[in-house]
């Protein structure tokens, strides 16, 4: 299983960015899949998640109507298109596929900072 992020940088407040996650090795298609983030000093937190066949979206309450998360399973991909960020968006983000209860994989995860 591999996970890539992309499209991480840095952002004024009130910008956008689109992260991207490339998935390989398990059949995408099959799988729910979600963004996740970890700001510093911080736990781990879920940001969103969409199910296999990206018919059905959680958020995160901090990424409700500002996050959307989407999935083109042709190109075995996700994307979290993020509009209006705030300071408090700063974080690492990953990409992560939930396996079983035993197995859980997780991209490198791509830096997001906003600030002016």
């Known amino acids: 299983v591999q996970l890539v992020e992309s499209g991480g940088g840095l952002v004024q407040p009130g910008g956008s960015l689109r992260l991207s996650c490339a998935a390989s090795?398990?059949?995408?298609?099959?799988?729910?899949m979600s963004w996740y983030r970890q700001a510093p000093g911080k736990e781990r937190e879920l940001v969103a998640r969409?199910?296999?066949?990206?018919?059905?979206?959680n958020y995160a309450d901090s990424a409700k109507g500002r996050f959307t998360i989407s999935r083109d399973n042709a190109k075995n991909a996700i994307y979290l298109q993020m509009n209006n960020l705030k300071p408090e968006d700063t974080a690492v983000y990953y990409c992560?596929?939930?396996?079983?209860?035993?197995?859980?994989?997780w991209g490198q995860g791509t830096q997001v900072t906003v600030s002016s």
């Open positions: 090795g398990f059949t995408f298609s099959n799988y729910a």
């Open positions: 992560v596929v939930v396996m079983s209860v035993w197995s859980r994989y």
């Open positions: 969409i199910n296999n066949a990206g018919g059905a979206t």
